[in-house]
């Protein structure tokens, strides 16, 4: 009795252990090009306009990843994922307030069920599909490389032997480590940490999401950085909710409508400056 008890305990701790680990990576990479949500599309969107009516949601975010989410001069936390949130917010009629934290307590928050959703630019994954649920996705990235102006660095294979600035617990860390390990990884809390590094020599490159990139160089001017390389692991962002939520199919639904009227796309022209690629 005694040994099958301890076999349980064992398998348990396993599977915990399994779990977290397929976790702790954002950004692209092992992704999938479709959301595995818990209710599909609705197949007319108007059906749930007003759905969540006087409901209040607890939206875990990391908010340092812009331009999706972050806060600007006056400390309010604006972006790509924060309009897409209130133009559903006025759709399906409930109201929100934003829990920020890191990206791998952001993870284990909604797999737990300690907040209703996850939002903030989080891709979508098989690993993650096993133990949550996606949205539709909402937006295609790609991997690619920040380095200085003058950098001889080109491409991935240039990489070899670098320093490479990264921020911690993304896919392009773990992709870096298995296709590059004579490079030398410097983690740091956020990307434009990351980027600095690199701005002010002590890094050769950086490597992240490219709309991150091209964000912090259209705000950094004086940084004299550029990407480069191709484009790898491409990938797509969804909104992240507990396995089995209810409210996956709701926002499946405002996602369908405001890509109809063509509020989303006003959304993307706002931070990408151009119309997303059909």
């Not at 936390?77 to 133009?87: H, K, S």
């Amino acid at each position: 009795m005694k040994r099958n008890f301890m076999k349980k305990i064992l398998s348990a701790l396993t599977v915990t252990v399994m779990a977290t680990s397929m976790l702790l990576t954002a950004g692209c990479g092992s992704s999938s090009t479709s959301s595995n949500s818990s209710a599909a599309s609705s197949s007319n969107p108007e059906d749930y306009a007003n759905a969540l009516q006087g409901k209040k949601l607890q939206i875990a975010c990391d908010v340092s990843f812009v331009p999706f989410m972050f806060p600007d001069e006056n400390n309010q936390y604006v972006g790509f994922d924060v309009d897409l949130l209130n133009a559903m917010s006025d759709y399906l009629g409930f109201t929100y307030e934003l829990q920020p934290m890191e990206f791998t307590a952001l993870l284990s928050s909604v797999q737990a069920k300690k907040v209703d959703l996850g939002s903030s630019g989080i891709t979508i994954t098989d690993e993650r599909k096993k133990v949550m649920d996606f949205s539709d996705p909402y937006y295609d990235s790609a991997t690619q490389i920040l380095v200085k102006d003058d950098s001889d660095i080109k491409d991935f294979d240039d990489l070899h032997g670098k320093t490479v600035s990264m921020k911690i617990g993304t896919a392009p860390v773990k992709y870096i480590e298995e296709h590059y390990p004579d490079v030398n990884i410097k983690e740091f809390n956020t990307s434009d940490e990351a980027y600095l590094e690199v701005a002010r020599g002590s890094a050769d490159a950086s490597v992240f999401e490219t709309p991150n990139m091209l964000y912090y160089i259209k705000q950094n001017p004086n940084s004299h950085t550029k990407v480069v390389g191709t484009k790898i692991n491409a990938c797509q962002y969804g909104i992240l909710f507990p396995k089995h939520s209810e409210l996956t199919k709701y926002f499946n639904a405002a996602l369908a409508k405001l890509k109809a009227d063509g509020t989303y796309d006003k959304i993307y022209e706002k931070w990408f400056g151009e119309a997303p690629q059909q």
